[in-house]
Structures are given as structure tokens and as C-alpha cells.
């Protein structure tokens, strides 16, 4: 993680812009950035910079150091090659911001990544800060600056409002701006951020803090980057109450293997940026609908409390069916709706309610007038078990609205956790809730989507930031000396004795037969493979025998080692088993995974990442995630487990965040003793600082 | 399953109607159906009947019998008590159809219930069918016969066009036209089936098939009615080459019990359902936009032939991050898209076009061009290796779809296999597009969901109608019995000998030790419950002794059963286990199941389901769709199962859908030994038809 750079106030604020390169055709992409200024009506000056006297009828200077004065702001429009000459010569005159169009750098292989280095080296110790390189420019609509060469930005009246858009692809800032357009959205700023060679999105958007126009940040990401630049934001973008909400690549291999070849980035595990994401109280969305259709609601559903109880959602609506595909598509991302409690029904009741007796409140097609629909939904947002309440209106939304959509405008003004879902195309319908403040959605899926990702979002801690690991490859400890390390965590171990393979069974063992013995060497991860385990040994004889057939498997196989110390371990009688793991994450720093035990759920993915430390309530919620561990839970009258020991373990291996002299740790597995009965690491690969062995 | 009713003519196509319960408020729900068939033109003759003289200014009729005709169809809007009577009326007319709004039957609870068996038997026998009851109604737009309640219909010139619609929602009948319209999509029937008491959602879409209009079928499902019909219908639809696409409610447990109390059916198991509408060639969308862009996609992408090699898509694009929503939306779906071959880059470079060496062909801002582009998406148009070809344009198709759109267009002519995802809000290419004929998507989700869909399409069988089973609860058969019928059948158990416990040890077992022993008696399912079974027994007198165990134990617990017989069977050294199970659907019929072993499948429900039987091909297919089955494929050097054998014993399993006798049966585990050894069923429960044991 590097030293987080500030981004100047005249990257979104310039006073003054050469544009380097600048077209004279109007329709190519070297010619959009001084129309759309002009067309966007920007206060500043503006310098065409080109081989020519004119550009579209305005003056043009011949280089940036003949202009009449050092511009805020460089938008470089040039090719590789003469880029880089032109940040050279931003850097020379001074010039605060350069944005630079052009690819070509470490996405296109190792010349490309010398190049990227060179600009580095370019800007070191200068006063001039990058955006980019590949970065289609940005746009700050409350000044009219349109500085970009993003096509979609070719149209008047751009629409202004307090959305702030950061995004890792170019393209999508002119997606982003247009379809929210078309849904009334409006606009503070948007920047197509390139490749954070310089500036990283994290201090881009921590620039925009103090601007009291912006509301919400919709972020576009192709792969983490900036992790300690996009934390020092997310903490104060919830310190202002503002939502940030993300859409980010890679849910499926294909996207991640494709951001790293379009970017240039490692990827990095897509689970790891969730738990980054929602640690730091953003909203991760999967769908670009939802991405648009989330700030409405964010801004109004506060972020829960860690450790709160899992959200609960009613619905009450006119349409069982166009209700049920919101109440699948929270189902499916795991938030369930709840049926109204015994209370509630109570009053629905006296209030001469009827909406049947399942999960939703389905008043039916006679129930769509507003003598219905108004008291239910007063109802239910007084009801103290629902963190959300969503109504879903039917086909009367579309041409008459006072039935059923009428009361939850009504509705709005008292209550903050409402949302609603029109059925069919009803836009005087959503002008009406959106004129009111309530989030409507236009598909079951954006609503269900918006919703799951708002309640997935953690209170941001500003102590999350982590020790940073000492530097080196680093180095092994053997098993017995994880064990140790382990235990003055408070991660126990399965009882168990290190020794000369030589001595072993020629004195009485601390614990009963029978045992497992392993070879015991810190540069021996796979003991299977050689030979170098053995089960089920019932007596001191054995106990010889074994131990010296494994040193000598272990010979025969890598002589160099010098193999000859085997480790006697108790074998435990578990419920089951877990694999439990601590590391340092390239990109978003000390990270705790939980999985089920076995090689099923290392196929099936069956795990739980979160930044590292957690405490208990974050590692129940942990289990709660990880699904395979339901075997544990007293699944179909098997023993349960010790969860509260589980839970327990995860914390206390999580604090390894705090040890700067440990990278990394895997226990796998631990075992997950009977209820009250703890749990018991019978393996263990911990590697520290320092020297490599 | 039972009879297919077929769908008389005048329900689509009456030449009179009667409204019964018709109201001269044309705000109310009872007052839109008159105004509705006005204000669509229907030419026929429409009769309101109600106890007033007039209604909306048209003479009204006291009752049906009053008429001056018999009506072809009639439209009660009457509550349930006046919908009961006037269907009676209908029934005693010979009116030939009859639709009714009202609620209140098997969806209410048991009073409900016997309503609806009133109402099958008011019907039984008579020329009436019925539509409904809990259905709005219904519209045949090419004949403007407007005939429901639904208030999205309140608009004149509704879209006319080749979709026809079937929803079990009366809601979405509305939805879908309306966001039908707002994408320009033209229908011919939409009908809202109610309750399908009568007249099934598959025989009502069956009488559909002979009109020439009607190019594609929208279904909306909350529940699996109708197998048979739907059956018949789907294969007529595939044999006119007519798509149907069903968005089906139930991913989620929470949907499927709302499903249930919402329409009083079972749900069923949504993956049963799910391998049901795939085998007859049915695309399941996910998403609600899917539904309505998925048409223009699969009325030319056609249904791949079974055993097909896994769908390959290119990608070509101006805009790496925008494609990558549709990779990334893809590969959650199973689909993956593929690197253009050596050859085709070979062809793209001869042409001069470069587009990185990843999985998709970037050509970037600098290629936003149609000199590029063309070449480009003709040259993977014309490439062996893709199944569809998906052209993403960026934010120049906002304002200038000359540049990257016009040249999707243009290939448009040859190409079957090509569809269009553009990244901003972009009308106007859009327009373009659809004119094409080209099928283009407004939201990656979509684009993603519909192609997915397509391809999980499997050509129907007309063989696939299955043998109905044998009436009865039917009986089980003990273990070795049940080994026999699956020997007759293909599939091998273990080696075993069935005999009475004090026999066991008194003589050589065909097959060396170790064994297992476990009781044997058709009414003991649990066995190890019981103290039923011994494993890993090494010796004639330990089997003695296991054997004596294992009937006491059996006896202290139940001893009404007098189980004094056991089953020895070899134990095998497995590469791992699989769950294989058949059995009849009440509502699809015969279906076959496969999941990995083990507690954490079932959790994770990680299985595979398809209507059986399956040849080998559509095996190897589930074993393919069983992600935990990775484990047995040589996964991290481990021994490779015998997948073959596990292919041909899934496919002889699935044959029991010929033997009307066999209820249901599941090998639980069955051992998957190593390659070229085949499998072994080592435990098999069997229920067959006949009189409970």
C-alpha cells in the first residue's frame, strides 16, 4: 500500500484549461472536450493547445508553454508518445492537474508497465498530480467544466444534482450520467479515474468531501486499488452521512481474469473487496439498475449496527405475484421478508384489514384503493419488527395512481424505511414517489438488489486500519512453534509433544493413545506427500515403529531436509471441522477466512472473508455466512458443535492483524468439539517476518 | 395428472360477450372490462349485465337468460357467492366460455377448497370451460378484445404484435404489456389463467398454436399446474419453431411458500420445475427484463441438439469495462465466454485489427470506429468456434450509433448468431437495432439472463410422456430386493448375501472380509438409528456376533416388526460417493436426481435434476452441473472416478420412468470406485406399486 496522494482542487476545479491535442473535427474524439466545455458553459478560460492557429474558430497555442498563463488543468488528448512528453512539460511549468486520454501503458504488457514506471518517475517531487493515464476525463456539472471525450456528454443541459461518479472504466461515467438521466438523477461530478498511476480513486473522491452539493457516490470498479486512499474516504463520506454505493467486476472468474488483462491490476479475490467494501460501509450492488436506483434509498435507510439482528423486511402490496419476485429476489440474496407479528395482524385487523395470513400483506385487487392500502401501510411503518418497509403496487399505478400509490406518498413523510415497487411501466407513478422522497424501483430486481446491499453495509471502523506487515518474504514456523504462537492467542491446540523421532515411544506420552505423528520440520507443508503422517497409533511400540518409518519416508524423499523430529498429537473426536486462515491481502490489507472443513466446500467456495480484527459478534455472523456450517449446528439430530469457541477462535486468530511480524496463518482443520467441549487446532502453516528459513 | 381440457375457441375469439357484475363507474374494477372493449374496437356484440337499465349509457340485461343471444363468452365480475351462481347459469345456457374475477377458493383454506370442488362439478360434463376462477381477464389485441380488469389496459392503440402472454398473475398481465410498450414489443393475447381450475395454463396456450400471428410466448409462473398440457403445448410451440420463455417464481424458499398461500397449490421443488420447462425447450429467464428482451434473442438463436458441446460466446467490444458487465453476468449463469481462436486472430490481424490478447476482442475508444468494428464482428461472425456473438458499443452509441452501431447493423444480414448490449442509455441505436432485427439488451443483467436462458434450452422429446405410475400408497422392498431390481435395471450393488442372523459366520461368504452387516427388513429405513448396521467386521466370528447384535438392538426398539434377517454385503474403497435418486413429480412425473455425498450437499443443495429418463449424454451433463462432483475428476491429483460408469448407472436409474410399478427409489451412497472400476450401490431404499406391506 503506498502513501496516499491528495488530488488538487483544480482537478474539479480549475480556473483555467489547456487542452492538449485538442481536434479541430468536432465529431472525433480529440474535438468533444473543448465542444462540451463550451457547451456546458464553463466560466474559465480554455487553451486549445495544437499544430494549427485555430481550433473550431478559437485560438490555439502552438505548446503549453506559450500560453498566456500556467493552466490549472491539462487535458492531454495525445497519443503515448507525445503524452508523456506533455507531462513532462506540465510537470516543468507547474501545471497542478493533468488528465491523460491515452492507453498504452501497463495493461499492454512489460514495454507498457516501463513506461508507467517512467511516468512515475515524471511526476516525483513535482507539483503536478495525474489522472490516469486512460482516463476519458471528468466532469464537474455544477461548474459546467465537461472536461472528457466520453461521447455520451455530448448533449445540453447536462443534468446537475448530488451525485458523485468515480469509476475504473471510461465508458461507463457516459453510461452512469445518461441512464440517470433518463430517470431523473442529476449530477455534482463525475471522473473516469484511468489507471491510478498517480492519483488513486480513494483521495479523488476525498476531495469532493467538503463539497456540500454532492450526496451520495456511485463508484465503478473493475479491481481494488488504493485501499488506504479509498478508507480514509469511506470513513468520511459516513461521517457525513453520505451513502457510497459500488458496482464491482468479478463476481465470476472470466471478470476477474478480464479486469486483470484490461486493467493491468491484479484482480485479487473478488470476496476479499466484498468484505472490504461492506467493512468500510459501502453498498456493493450487482447490478447497474441497482447502482442508480440505491442512493434513494440509502440516503434514507441509516447503516446498521455491527452486530445488530439480521434486517427484517415486510411487504404489503395489491399483487401477490408482482410482490413475491421482490420477495424471491431478497430471498435469493438472503434477506428474508417477514410476516407481520401477532401484534401487528392485531391492528391490521381493527383497522378492518384482511391480508391473508402469509408472509407479505396481500390486500388483493379489491383491497387497491386508498381506504385499504393508507391504513395498512401506516401500519406496518409503525410496526416496531421491520427495519424496511416495501409496497408493491399493481397495474393501477400505472394510469391511476391515487389507489394505491397515493398512500405511500401519503405515507412518506413519517417514515424513512419505506420503499416502493411499481408492477408495470408507471412513470407518473415514480415521479410522484420520487417527488415525495420515496426510493421507488423500476424493477423487482434493482429493489431487491438496492435493498440487500444496503443492509450488507457495516458501520465503518476508524480503528480498522492495519498494522502494516514487515517487510521480506519472511519465513516458516514448524508445527509446534504455530502451536505456541496460536496459543498465546487464545487459539487452542490438540494436545501434543515434539521429539526426536528417535525417542518416540521410548517414555510415557502426556495424553492417551490413540495419536497421530508427523514429521515436524517448518519446511514441510505437504507431510502427506511424503509419507510423513501417520494415524491411529494405539501404544509406544507403534508409536517407534511409525515415527521411524516416517523419518525415513521423509528421507528417502528430500534428503537435503534432515528430517528427524516428529511431533505426537491426542486425536480429537470432533463434530466437525473448519478451516480457519489469517492474511495479508496485497490490496485491502489483514483479512480472517472461514470455511467448512474438506475439499467439497474448497470447490463449492463455501467461505466467509472479512478484514481482520473481528470481534465475537463479527465472527458469529461469520459462521452464520459460511453455509456448510449448519452441519454444525445441530443439523437433522447430529451433536452440535462449540460455536461460542468457534466464534471465540475466529476473533483471537483475527488479532493477528495487530502482529506486524506475522503474514500469514491456516489452521486446517480445527476441530469443532460437542457444545462446551471447545475447539482443538490439529494442524497448523504459520509464516512470520524475518529471514526466509 | 390429470385430462387435458382443451381451450374452446370463443374464449380468445368470441363473437358476443356477456358482462356479468358490470359496473357504470368506469373507475371501478367491474367497470373496465365495457370500457376496455370499447375503447378497443372489439367488433363483436357486447351485452352488460346488471340490475340497473343501463350501463355507461348501454342497455344492460337483468340476467344471461334475459339475453338476446346466447353469448359466446361470458365475464363475471360478481363476488364469489354471485360468481358461483352465475357460472351455474352459464353451464345451464351452454355458454361455451366463462371467466371469473372473484377469489375466495382453494387459495382461502379448507372452506375455500370445497368451493373449488363445487365448481369442477357444476362444470363436469357441460360444453362450458372456465377460466379462472382469480383471473382479471383476458385480451386478443388483434381482434381488440379487451376483456379484463386489469387497469394497465386503460389506454387506447394498445401495442399490437406476435407475443402472446399466460400468467398465473393477473398483475402481470398488465406489467408485461405495459413494459412491453415502453420497448416498442407488439402483442397478440395476453391472459391472466387464474386459478386453473378448469382450463390449464398449457391447454389455453395449446389452442394458441394455429394462429399465424403469434411468433413467441411470454409465461409468467408462481406454480408448476398442468404438466400434460403444458407438455403438449411446448411441443407444438418447438415444432412451429416459436420460443416460450417463463419467468418462474420460487428461487428462494420464502417465494415458493408464497406461491403456495398465494395460489393454494404446491410449489413444488423449484429445480424439478426448473429441469421440467428446460426439457421441453422452455427458456427460464431470472429477471423480470429478461422476460421481454429474451424474445428477439431466441426466436433466432435456435435450441441446441442434446449432448451439444458447452455454448461458446464471443465478445467484441469498444469498451472493455462495459463488456465486462455481460462476462462477468455470464459466467454467474455457466456461460463463459471464449477467446477468439488462433485462426480467427489471425484473420482480425490480416485485417489490421488489434484487440488485446484477452478472453474478449477490445477494441477500445481508438477502435470506436465502423472501419474497425465491421471488419471486426464480421470476422467472429465467420469464425467456427462462436454459438452467439455479442457486440457491446459504448457511449458513442449515445449520439453517434454510426460509429460503433451502424456496423452491428450492417452484419446483421448474415448473421443469425449476433446480439447487441449498448452500454449507455442509447434510444436511438436501439431503435436502429430492433429494426435490424437484432437482438439488443438495455441492461447487462438482461443480456446476461437471456442468453443464459437460451442455451439451457434442451430440444423437447416427444418421447418424453412418461409411463403414469400404479395407484396406491405402494410398499417398500428390503435392501436385497432392492439390489436385484436395480441389477435387472444395469445398476450394481456391492457384493452381498441376505440371511437369517443366526446364520451369519456359521459359513463362507462369497466374497472376503471386511464386510458390513446391517439388518434387513422393508419397513426400517434408518437402520443406524436402530443399532442396525456394523461395519468394517473382519472375521466369521465377529459377523456372528455383529449379526446377534444387531437383531437385539433391532428387537429392543421394535419389535413388532420380528426383523431377524441381515445383509452382508463387501465393503468398497470408494473415490467417493453420490446420492442417486428417482421419482414420480406429482405434477412433471418421473425425474431423476444426482448429488454429490454428505451431509454439506444437502446443505448447499448442490444437485442436479432432469425429467427422466436421461441417456448418457444428458449423464454426463448432470454430472457436469454437480459442482462438488469436481472431487471425483481428478481434483488436486487426486484418483479419478469411474464417471462413466457413473454416466451409464444414472441413465439406467432413469429408466424406472418406463416401469409404471416403481414409485421411487434412492441409492444413498452410491460408491464411485476408480476409473475403469465402476460403481457399487451400497445401501438402496425402493417403494414399488401395490398394496402397503
Do not use: W
Amino acid at each position: 500500500m503506498s502513501a496516499t496522494r491528495t488530488a488538487p482542487r483544480e482537478l474539479l476545479s480549475p480556473g483555467s484549461i489547456a487542452i492538449v491535442g485538442a481536434s479541430d473535427d468536432a465529431t472525433k474524439t480529440a474535438g468533444r472536450p473543448l465542444r462540451f466545455l463550451r457547451a456546458g458553459g464553463y466560466g474559465g478560460r480554455v487553451y486549445p493547445v495544437a499544430r494549427r492557429d485555430t481550433v473550431m474558430g478559437e485560438r490555439a497555442y502552438p505548446s503549453l508553454a506559450a500560453l498566456p498563463e500556467r493552466p490549472d488543468h491539462a487535458f492531454v488528448l495525445l497519443p503515448t508518445g507525445g503524452a508523456m512528453e506533455a507531462v513532462a512539460e506540465c510537470a516543468r511549468l507547474g501545471i497542478p492537474a493533468v488528465t491523460v486520454l491515452a492507453g498504452g501503458f501497463s495493461e499492454t504488457g512489460p514495454e507498457g508497465a516501463a513506461r508507467e514506471a517512467a511516468l512515475r518517475t515524471l511526476l516525483a517531487g513535482t507539483a503536478t498530480r495525474l489522472l490516469g493515464p486512460n482516463s476519458i476525463g471528468l466532469a464537474n456539472l455544477h461548474r459546467g467544466m465537461v472536461l472528457t471525450a466520453n461521447a455520451a456528454f455530448a448533449e445540453p443541459d447536462l443534468p446537475r444534482g448530488g451525485l458523485f461518479v468515480a469509476s475504473q472504466s471510461g465508458s461507463m461515467i457516459g453510461a452512469i450520467l445518461s441512464r440517470g438521466r433518463q430517470r431523473g438523477l442529476g449530477f455534482g461530478g463525475l471522473v473516469s479515474v484511468g489507471a491510478e498511476v498517480d492519483l488513486e480513486i480513494g483521495a479523488i473522491l476525498a476531495s469532493t468531501l467538503d463539497d456540500p452539493e454532492i450526496t451520495a457516490y456511485l463508484l465503478f470498479l473493475e479491481t481494488m486499488r488504493g485501499a488506504d486512499a479509498l478508507r480514509g474516504f469511506a470513513l468520511g463520506a459516513a461521517a457525513r452521512g453520505r451513502p457510497v454505493i459500488a458496482y464491482k467486476l468479478g463476481r465470476s472468474p472470466e471478470a476477474a481474469e478480464l479486469a486483470e488483462s484490461h486493467t493491468g491490476a491484479l484482480a485479487g479475490e473478488d470476496d476479499v473487496a466484498d468484505a472490504f467494501l461492506r467493512d468500510l460501509g459501502i453498498a456493493r450492488v450487482d447490478t447497474l439498475e441497482g447502482l442508480l436506483e440505491a442512493p434513494a434509498l440509502l440516503r434514507r435507510l441509516p447503516i446498521r449496527a455491527r452486530g445488530a439482528r439480521p434486517p427484517s423486511v415486510g411487504v404489503v402490496t395489491t399483487t401477490g405475484g408482482g410482490a413475491a419476485m421482490v420477495v424471491d429476489g431478497l430471498g435469493v440474496r438472503g434477506v428474508s421478508v417477514q410476516a407481520p407479528s401477532e401484534e401487528t395482524r392485531a391492528r391490521l385487523a381493527a383497522a378492518g384489514i384482511e391480508g391473508g395470513h402469509g408472509r407479505i400483506l396481500d390486500l388483493t385487487l379489491a383491497g387497491t384503493r386508498p381506504e385499504v392500502m393508507g391504513p395498512a401501510l401506516r401500519t406496518l411503518l409503525a410496526a416496531p419488527e421491520f427495519d424496511l418497509v416495501v409496497a408493491v403496487a399493481g397495474s393501477s399505478s400505472r394510469f391511476q395512481p391515487e389507489l394505491a400509490v397515493q398512500p405511500v406518498v401519503e405515507a412518506a413523510g413519517d417514515a424513512a424505511h419505506l420503499a416502493a415497487f411499481c408492477v408495470p411501466e408507471a412513470p407518473q407513478a415514480l415521479t410522484m414517489l420520487a417527488e415525495a422522497g420515496v426510493p421507488a424501483f423500476r424493477t423487482p430486481e434493482a429493489c431487491a438488489d438496492a435493498i440487500a446491499a444496503a443492509f450488507a453495509r457495516r458501520e465503518p471502523r476508524a480503528d480498522d486500519a492495519p498494522a502494516p506487515a514487515l517487510p521480506g518474504p519472511g519465513r516458516m514456523l514448524d508445527e509446534a512453534e504455530a502451536y505456541a504462537l496460536l496459543a498465546g492467542l487464545g487459539v487452542p491446540a490438540a494436545p501434543h509433544a515434539a521429539m526426536e523421532a528417535s525417542a518416540a515411544g521410548r517414555s510415557p506420552l502426556p495424553f492417551p493413545y490413540p495419536v497421530v505423528v508427523k514429521v515436524l520440520h517448518r519446511d514441510i507443508l505437504h507431510k502427506t506427500d511424503l509419507g510423513g503422517v501417520a494415524l491411529g497409533i494405539g501404544s509406544d511400540a507403534a508409536l517407534a515403529e511409525a515415527a521411524s518409518r516416517i523419518v525415513a519416508s521423509v528421507a528417502a524423499h528430500r534428503p537435503e531436509l534432515g528430517a528427524g523430529r516428529v511431533l505426537v498429537q491426542a486425536m480429537a473426536r470432533p463434530v466437525g471441522e473448519v478451516l480457519l486462515g489469517f492474511r495479508r491481502d496485497p490490496q485491502v490489507g489483514p483479512v480472517i477466512l472461514l470455511a467448512a472443513g474438506g475439499v467439497l466446500t474448497e470447490i463449492l467456495r463455501d467461505r466467509c472473508v472479512r478484514l481482520a480484527p473481528v470481534d465475537e459478534a463479527g465472527a458469529r455472523e461469520m459462521i452464520a455466512e459460511v453455509r456448510g456450517l449448519r452441519a454444525l449446528e445441530g443439523y437433522r439430530g447430529r451433536p452440535r458443535g462449540d460455536m461460542a469457541a468457534l466464534a471465540a477462535a475466529i476473533a483471537a486468530l483475527s488479532r493477528l492483524a495487530a502482529r506486524p511480524d506475522v503474514l500469514e496463518c491456516e489452521i486446517n482443520p480445527l476441530m469443532v468439539l460437542e457444545e462446551g467441549r471447545g475447539v482443538l487446532a490439529v494442524d497448523a502453516v504459520l509464516r512470520v517476518a524475518g529471514e526466509a528459513g
